[in-house]
């Protein structure tokens, strides 16, 4: 009786341990896991572990042992036959397989990205995001000693405006468990544009996070209701009602046992209650945004660049091969955030073939044959201008400025934050313009591209009219440091814009007076050309000519 209770606590243990094992390790059950294989291994060497044990068997014993031999059998196929798994489903057997993983098409850079307005362009990278996060945490007494915010800051699209968003998390253990009834109250949201930084709290806490133990770790809640699952980097989003999901992609493999990773389903968790909705991924709704992490698009569009002749030419010959270059950045277009990476031959010189866009929800891969400066070498042109200072230029953001191709780089100092912000022209990025503010900057480029034949002033084609009557209305105004005057004629609808600067007559006259005016008509406001036959040109001449006969009767007194 005695030996039986020992075999069941026996039984029981191994169970329990391997119970222990596969609670902590969550291997998904699927012969594509690679954990699974390793808990599979683990499962053997554990039996025989307890056979050896069982059969009281020393060294000299083991090599006659036919239950051990069957059990090690088991073993060595289990061992070759992942190893022979792996090596079938590289790159080295499948390289055609692999390079057409990825559907790459050409696009058109002015169609395909237009120019966006300064409230939409992201001006912080993440490490900035994160010093505004915690500083906005550090202000929140009643939560920074309970809290922390989790280093997640996912940059999505919310209501057409680039944002970055992460929850909080549990400062430590004890933390959890003196606030796990309640949960996780609030979220971080970053304008990237703004820079408006937002702690959004909940009227019901998160129960499901990254920092949650035992069932109500998030890893570990999506396991228990998919154990075939292999999961993908998850992501932290925000519906278009600021509802916090946890988004995560299901890995599928395409090419043998462990090769050809993409995604082939996504699973929705909300982080408040739990609840989970699986899709396929071409069904997944249009407010997420992160399917494909942008690590995995890159290596895609590495495979089909490098592979086109096989693998033995992408180590070798090297001909024809293309990958990305060191670094990436988001665009928001249509809606959808898209991967933007530069794309450089193999042997890694300091200029572009072009670069690439690849959709984080779609996987649509776009490549733009524009020859430039790598983005290494359009930061160090940035860094150049404020070398005296001593600025950190950002990974660049490629935007379309007037037509062209354009590097933006936000340029920190030592603690973290954007001081100045940089344009380099992609195709010549010896023309760069550094500003305080992103206005300013985009008025110092434009300046430069005139200056060196990149842009041209549209020709004016606009007919000169004329119109003499009396003034109506007058109003005052300044544009730019220049004061303007408007003027409303009778029997007119128009409103007249005079530069007080090219005719400072204008301010002689007022309502009832009457006055000559040849124009050009514009969108809003028509402009003056001459006022009582008098050009701006003619002014400025007559002006000019009184003060040199200024100067020179000054000159004459002095003399006397």
Not at 4 to 21: D, P, Q, R
Not at 83 to 104: C, F, H, R, W
Not at 373 to 382: D, F, H, R, V
Request: proline fraction near 2%; charge should be negative.
């Amino acid at each position: 009786m005695n030996k039986f209770k020992m075999k069941v606590t026996a039984v029981i243990g191994v169970i329990l341990l391997i119970g222990i094992y596969y609670y902590v390790t969550l291997p998904a059950i699927n012969i594509h896991a690679s954990e699974f294989w390793m808990y599979l291994v683990v499962l053997v060497i554990l039996a025989a572990v307890v056979f050896i044990r069982k059969k009281n068997l020393n060294r000299y014993d083991w090599k006659e042992s036919k239950g051990l031999k069957v059990i090690l059998g088991i073993l060595a196929v289990l061992v070759i036959a992942y190893v022979a798994g792996s090596v079938l489903s590289s790159p080295i057997v499948n390289a055609k397989k692999y390079q057409e993983l990825l559907t790459v098409k050409n696009g058109e850079f002015t169609k395909d990205i237009e120019e966006l307005s300064f409230d939409q362009i992201p001006l912080l990278d993440k490490d900035s995001a994160e010093l505004l996060g915690d500083r906005k945490m550090g202000s929140m007494v009643d939560m920074v000693s309970q809290f922390e915010v989790d280093e997640l800051y996912s940059q999505i699209n919310y209501q057409d405006q680039p944002v970055r968003v992460s929850p909080l998390k549990y400062a430590s253990v004890i933390k959890w468990f003196t606030n796990m009834r309640e949960g996780i109250p609030a979220y971080i949201k970053i304008d990237m544009a703004t820079q408006n930084t937002e702690l959004v709290k909940l009227s019901e806490g998160m129960k499901y996070t990254t920092s949650d133990h035992f069932n109500r770790n998030i890893y570990r809640h999506l396991r228990f209701n998919y154990p075939t699952y292999i999961f993908n980097d998850l992501s932290f989003e925000i519906d278009e009602d600021g509802v916090p999901y946890w988004i995560c992609p299901v890995k599928k493999y395409n090419i043998g046992l462990f090769g050809g990773t993409t995604i082939g389903r996504v699973v929705l968790c909300n982080a408040i209650t739990g609840e989970t909705k699986d899709y396929a991924v071409e069904d997944v709704p249009q407010w997420v945004d992160r399917v494909y992490s942008a690590d995995l698009l890159v290596e895609l569009y590495n495979y089909h660049g490098t592979l086109k002749h096989g693998f033995f030419n992408s180590v070798l010959g090297q001909k024809d091969c293309l990958n990305t270059t060191d670094g990436y950045n988001y665009l928001a277009i249509d809606d959808d955030v898209w991967v933007y990476t530069g794309v450089t031959s193999i042997t890694g010189d300091q200029s572009n073939v072009g670069f690439v866009l690849m959709n984080q929800r779609t996987m649509e891969t776009k490549f733009y044959g524009i020859e430039g400066a790598t983005e290494s070498s359009a930061m160090s042109s940035a860094e150049g201008q404020v070398q005296n200072l001593h600025y950190t230029a950002t990974f660049p953001l490629l935007l379309n400025i007037s037509g062209e191709p354009t590097y933006f780089i936000a340029l920190k100092d030592d603690a973290g934050l954007v001081k100045k912000y940089a344009m380099v022209n992609v195709q010549k990025y010896q023309i760069v313009a550094i500003g305080d503010t992103v206005s300013e900057c985009e008025e110092s480029y434009t300046n430069l591209m005139y200056k060196n034949g990149i842009k041209t002033e549209a020709e004016d084609t606009r007919s000169v009219e004329t119109l003499t009557a009396k003034i109506t209305k007058i109003a005052q105004g300044v544009i730019d440091g220049d004061s303007h005057y408007y003027i409303m004629l009778e029997g007119s609808d128009e409103i007249f814009d005079v530069s007080v600067v090219d005719f400072i007559d204008i301010i002689r006259f007022n309502v009832g007076d009457e006055v000559a005016v040849e124009y050009k008509k514009g969108e809003q406001v028509d402009t003056v050309l001459s006022l009582n036959g008098k050009t701006s040109e003619q002014i400025s001449t007559k002006a000019a000519k009184e003060e040199q006969a200024e100067d020179t009767a000054g000159d004459s007194a002095q003399t006397e």
